[in-house]
């Protein structure tokens, strides 16, 4: 009997297992190279192993692109999602809700903050024309956006935030595989603590690399990875801004 909980990888054909990796050696272009790319998707646990690409990137670095096949099936029966992702509300649902709940504006500032020099991010959320068909902030009804765009300082953010009395700050952060940006994101809590705003507004980071459980870590209010847009990240802080003021 076939256990449909057991996957893996599509290539060609049905769990064949085939899979792309990517990667760079420190070492020069040559037979050597090639050998050596090999040897580590056999340590991989890849069968068939493939060298696809080979190029020089650099004096003494060389880049792949290698191809192999898998043989362990990952069990679906077995992953344990620990937070569900809640389904958004539309953008014509989120001025709704804006609307009859508060009868008012709410203000979000946005930026790359510290030395981070990439947009991509912060503008996909923000800017009116959105990504991939979903419409930036600057296009709702009811929210008063600020894109104070890249490499702003922490303190300039924080000065500009209660300049125009923000109800939500939003961090966009490439993360490196260092975690030197994770410095820059903890300093903007410190700072906020100090300022005694940390808790006045509602703190949001975003970024490829940053998780839900990065972002809480940190000491953020919430997190968004890949694959959001700007109705995930605003259904997030109209409910959240709400249930504050109920508490309050």
């Not at 029966?77 to 709704?96: C, H, Q």
Request: aromatic share 8%.
């Amino acid at each position: 009997m076939i256990n449909k909980n057991l996957i893996l990888p599509y290539g060609d054909t049905l769990n064949d297992g085939r899979v792309q990796v990517s990667f760079t050696l420190p070492i020069s272009k040559g037979e050597l190279a090639m050998q050596a790319s090999r040897e580590v998707g056999v340590s991989m646990g890849l069968k068939q192993v493939e060298v696809v690409h080979m190029e020089k990137v650099d004096e003494g670095f060389t880049f792949f692109v290698i191809y192999g096949s898998l043989n362990n099936p990952v069990d679906l029966g077995k992953i344990k999602i620990k937070d569900e992702k809640k389904k958004s509300l539309t953008k014509d649902e989120i001025e709704e809700y804006i609307t009859n709940k508060f009868g008012r504006d709410i203000v979000v500032v946005g930026a790359t903050t510290g030395t981070d020099a990439h947009t991509v991010g912060i503008d996909a959320i923000m800017n009116m024309k959105g990504f991939a068909g979903h419409y930036g902030l600057e296009r709702y009804k009811g929210i008063t956006t600020y894109n104070l765009g890249s490499q702003v300082d922490n303190e300039d953010f924080i000065r500009f935030a209660k300049k125009v009395n923000a109800d939500v700050l939003l961090v966009s952060q490439t993360v490196t595989q260092k975690n030197v940006h994770v410095n820059n994101l903890v300093n903007l809590v410190e700072l906020l603590e100090a300022e005694k705003m940390r808790h006045k507004v509602i703190l949001i980071v975003g970024g490829a690399r940053i998780t839900r459980e990065l972002a809480k870590e940190l000491g953020y209010d919430a997190g968004f990875g890949f694959g959001s847009f700007a109705e995930d990240v605003a259904t997030y802080f109209i409910e959240e801004l709400f249930n504050r003021t109920q508490e309050s």
